[in-house]
């Protein structure tokens, strides 16, 4: 398949340094898997330079990340994949099985990479087209606002005349109202597709390759039947929203949405695969560790390199990045197969976040907890502040209760907070409009018994 440069999005526009400041904003710590992620996503750029053939010698240097739960791994990638516009998918390693058991098989994740890139890509073409489709659904509705005149009989040419400058008039007079917002809720008479006279198709299984058989049957069966319509009475605002669908597909080439979505998948796909570490274990010939390894040896040509048939047409996964991750507790990265561990030549390890991470996680980010609550909140006109001792407070509990039972990391912050807030989320739309002030008092006050009862805070956070 031919790699156009304009096929794929420019993510030359950051440099290594420029990456990981742009992760910082939105992640705490964690230094080393940023600075493996931005290494990772330049190469791309710098591969792409390399004239052929020694071009499609260079294959991307995959990363497996280890750590506990919550410390970053998966928002690292996600965010990764964001700030490059990549196709992304996240999958669990353990919801995979071994060829041949009841379970997805690991192709699957290629085919969801690719619904993924095709999404992308249909996204910023509905942007280009969209004013486009905006006029042309004015048209439509105009058309119907405004029927044309019945044809005049004999030779009454004035009277043609007449009636062609008034419906002018008339229609450019509903153009205004339109463009206004006037004429949302008049009712009007529009065909629309049915969709009711297409038999649907329905396949009862979890293999992944009958999944996608049975895509392609019901596209097929959607193509062989003509496709009707029927005449609904919609209101202008809701048949506006119909039409826009209708011209925006129009005005989209499939054809090139395709061609672009699999140059990007193949290009520029990110795979992470998360709980890699359960599916680590060597074969000891009873239980399921025959199936994890299976599931690793399956995994292993995809991770190599190989071509996966899609609904799309065939994919090659010789340049998707992967990025593993798991907290490996139990299992090490070394009882992963041996030819699996050489896919992964860069590993990170992931640090435990303590208190002044906590603290530092509810401060710095952009979208941290402490703004989206005080953003929440305001919607219902009641302003609250969180003060330094408050967070300083939340963030030793969240500590506390990590160390004295499971760690989760920051997810942590989130059953701290949500608690903590209970009460005035429920009461916010009945409580006085004055601003609230969260204090260190405040978390104690609302947070104390449920510390002190451990088994109470068990269960609660």
Same mark, same amino acid.
């Given at each position: 398949? /031919?790699?156009?440069?304009?096929?794929?999005?420019?993510?030359?526009?950051?440099?290594?340094?420029?990456?990981?400041?742009?992760?910082?904003?939105?992640?705490?710590?964690?230094?080393?898997?940023? @600075?493996?992620?931005?290494?990772?996503?330049?190469?791309?750029?710098?591969?792409?330079?390399?004239?052929?053939?020694?071009?499609?010698?260079?294959?991307?240097?995959?990363?497996?990340?280890?750590?506990?739960?919550?410390?970053?791994? *998966?928002?690292?990638?996600?965010?990764?994949?964001?700030?490059?516009?990549?196709?992304?998918?996240?999958?669990?390693?353990?919801?995979?099985?071994?060829?041949?058991?009841?379970?997805?098989?690991?192709?699957?994740?290629?085919?969801?990479?690719?619904?993924?890139?095709?999404?992308?890509?249909?996204?910023?073409?509905?942007?280009?087209?969209?004013?486009?489709?905006?006029?042309?659904?004015?048209?439509?509705?105009?058309?119907?606002?405004?029927?044309?005149?019945?044809?005049?009989?004999?030779? %009454?040419?004035? /009277?043609?005349?007449?009636?062609?400058?008034?419906?002018?008039?008339?229609?450019?007079?509903?153009?205004?109202?339109?463009?206004?917002?006037?004429?949302?809720?008049?009712?009007?008479?529009?065909?629309?597709?049915?969709?009711?006279?297409?038999?649907?198709?329905?396949?009862?299984?979890?293999?992944?390759?009958?999944?996608?058989?049975?895509? =392609?049957?019901?596209?097929?069966?959607?193509?062989?039947?003509?496709?009707?319509?029927?005449?609904?009475?919609? *209101?202008?605002?809701?048949?506006?929203?119909?039409?826009?669908?209708?011209?925006?597909?129009?005005?989209?080439?499939?054809?090139?949405?395709?061609?672009?979505?699999? &140059?990007?998948?193949?290009?520029?796909?990110?795979?992470?695969?998360?709980?890699?570490?359960?599916?680590?274990?060597?074969?000891?010939?009873?239980?399921?560790?025959?199936?994890?390894?299976? &599931? =690793?040896?399956?995994?292993?040509?995809?991770?190599?390199?190989?071509?996966? /048939?899609? @609904?799309?047409?065939? &994919? /090659?996964?010789?340049?998707?990045?992967?990025?593993?991750?798991?907290?490996?507790?139990?299992?090490?990265?070394?009882?992963?197969?041996?030819?699996? =561990?050489?896919?992964?030549?860069?590993?990170?390890?992931?640090?435990?976040?303590?208190?002044?991470?906590?603290?530092?996680?509810?401060?710095?980010?952009?979208?941290?907890?402490?703004? =989206?609550?005080?953003?929440?909140?305001?919607?219902?006109?009641?302003?609250?502040?969180?003060?330094?001792?408050?967070?300083?407070?939340?963030?030793?509990?969240?500590?506390?209760?990590?160390?004295?039972?499971?760690?989760?990391?920051?997810?942590?912050?989130?059953?701290?907070?949500?608690?903590?807030?209970?009460?005035?989320?429920?009461?916010?739309?009945?409580?006085?409009?004055?601003?609230?002030?969260?204090?260190?008092?405040? &978390?104690?006050?609302?947070?104390?018994?449920?510390? %002190?009862?451990?088994?109470?805070?068990?269960?609660?956070?």
């Amino acid at each position: 398949m /031919s790699t156009d440069n304009h096929d794929i999005p420019v993510e030359a526009c950051f440099t290594p340094r420029e990456l990981v400041s742009e992760l910082d904003r939105y992640i705490v710590g964690q230094n080393d898997a940023k @600075k493996a992620v931005a290494i990772a996503l330049r190469n791309r750029w710098r591969r792409r330079q390399v004239e052929p053939p020694l071009r499609d010698e260079i294959t991307p240097k995959n990363i497996i990340m280890i750590g506990p739960t919550g410390v970053g791994k *998966t928002e690292i990638a996600r965010r990764l994949a964001k700030l490059a516009r990549a196709p992304f998918v996240k999958v669990e390693a353990s919801k995979f099985t071994e060829v041949g058991y009841v379970g997805r098989d690991v192709d699957s994740m290629v085919r969801d990479l690719v619904e993924n890139a095709v999404s992308i890509v249909k996204g910023e073409q509905r942007q280009r087209v969209e004013g486009l489709a905006k006029d042309n659904v004015t048209e439509r509705l105009l058309d119907l606002l405004v029927p044309e005149a019945p044809a005049t009989q004999g030779f %009454e040419v004035d /009277s043609e005349a007449t009636q062609d400058v008034s419906a002018s008039r008339t229609r450019e007079k509903l153009r205004a109202m339109l463009e206004e917002g006037k004429l949302e809720d008049r009712k009007i008479s529009a065909q629309t597709p049915d969709k009711s006279s297409v038999p649907t198709l329905e396949i009862f299984s979890s293999q992944g390759g009958m999944e996608e058989m049975g895509m =392609q049957l019901q596209d097929l069966f959607g193509n062989m039947f003509p496709k009707k319509t029927r005449e609904r009475d919609l *209101t202008v605002k809701d048949a506006r929203d119909l039409f826009l669908e209708e011209e925006i597909n129009k005005l989209i080439d499939t054809e090139t949405v395709i061609h672009q979505a699999r &140059v990007r998948a193949e290009e520029t796909g990110i795979i992470f695969v998360d709980e890699i570490d359960k599916v680590a274990g060597r074969e000891t010939g009873r239980g399921p560790d025959v199936s994890r390894e299976g &599931v =690793q040896r399956d995994l292993l040509p995809i991770i190599e390199g190989a071509t996966v /048939s899609t @609904k799309y047409g065939p &994919v /090659s996964t010789d340049h998707i990045l992967f990025i593993a991750a798991g907290a490996f507790h139990i299992a090490k990265v070394s009882d992963l197969i041996p030819e699996l =561990q050489g896919r992964f030549p860069i590993r990170v390890e992931l640090q435990s976040l303590g208190e002044k991470d906590l603290i530092r996680i509810l401060q710095e980010p952009e979208n941290a907890l402490p703004r =989206q609550y005080q953003a929440m909140l305001e919607t219902e006109g009641l302003p609250v502040h969180f003060g330094d001792d408050a967070l300083a407070a939340i963030a030793k509990i969240a500590a506390d209760v990590n160390q004295s039972s499971e760690n989760i990391g920051a997810r942590r912050l989130h059953t701290v907070m949500e608690k903590l807030l209970e009460d005035l989320l429920f009461r916010a739309p009945e409580l006085p409009k004055d601003a609230i002030s969260i204090t260190a008092d405040y &978390v104690r006050e609302h947070l104390t018994d449920v510390i %002190e009862d451990e088994d109470l805070g068990r269960y609660i956070l």
